[in-house]
Antibody
Framework: EVQLQQYGAELGKPGTSVKLSCKVSGYNIRSTYMHWVNQRPGKGLEWIGRIDPANGNTIYAEKFKSKATLTADTSSNTAYMQLSQLKSDDTAIYFC?????????WGQGVMVTVSS | DIQMTQSPASLSASLGETVTIECLASEDIYDILAWYQQKPGKSPQLLIYDASSLHTGVPSRFSGSGSGTQYSLKINSLQPEDFASYYCQNGLSAPLTFGSGTKLEIK
């Protein structure tokens, strides 16, 4: 069974960074892409970007190019996303998801709250 | 970027009814389109991919159709567990854009 495990909730102060993790079990992440999607409170889904763990290649949505940094560790089958220079507008649930063109499997999401 | 225009934003229906949700892409996406269901407090779940292929384990009352720029999701004989939000998604090219969502509520 494929599972994407995201841990805990995050509270960050404005101007700081947080790093989110997504550990995959039941599938080798080298054979797929790992994506990150956010959802602001009461709003829709927004794609942030994706990484190809096999070679580290990344693609970001334009608005997240200076906000998010995606990495992956194939030895631990884990994907990461660092969010920098946090602002209140970054308060959202952040999901990791797995797939090539679609999001076949999703993590349970992590709530990131930005507050001083 | 490919824009995905989804309608309606909300929909009220009764158990047993059939409903249809529409998604219009700003350019031809060659059937590289998915539909997701999201329940409150949960992560989205893939329902349909390649415009009309049912994901593993998804009930057959869900179906997808369309081509070019126009796509639709149909749900036959609504069940209590179907009342949720639905999103379409362009899978053709990055950025992988979503429709704005449709909230399906019980009448």
């Amino acid at each position: 069974e494929v599972q994407l495990q995201q841990y805990g909730a995050e509270l960050g102060k404005p101007g700081t960074s947080v790093k989110l993790s997504c550990k995959v079990s039941g599938y080798n992440i080298r054979s797929t892409y790992m994506h990150w999607v956010n959802q602001r409170p009461g709003k829709g889904l927004e794609w942030i970007g994706r990484i190809d763990p096999a070679n580290g290649n990344t693609i970001y949505a334009e608005k997240f190019k200076s906000k998010a940094t995606l990495t992956a560790d194939t030895s631990s089958n884990t994907a990461y996303m660092q969010l920098s220079q946090l602002k209140s507008d970054d308060t959202a649930i952040y999901f990791c998801a797995m797939g090539r063109y679609y999001f076949d499997y999703w993590g349970q999401g992590v709530m990131v709250t930005v507050s001083s | 970027d490919i824009q995905m225009t989804q309608s309606p934003a909300s929909l009220s229906a009764s158990l047993g009814e059939t409903v249809t949700i529409e998604c219009l892409a700003s350019e031809d996406i060659y059937d590289i389109l998915a539909w997701y269901q999201q329940k409150p407090g949960k992560s989205p779940q893939l329902l349909i991919y390649d415009a009309s292929s049912l994901h593993t384990g998804v009930p057959s009352r869900f179906s997808g159709s369309g081509s070019g720029t126009q796509y639709s999701l149909k749900i036959n004989s609504l069940q209590p567990e179907d009342f949720a939000s639905y999103y379409c998604q362009n899978g053709l090219s990055a950025p992988l854009t979503f429709g704005s969502g449709t909230k399906l509520e019980i009448k």
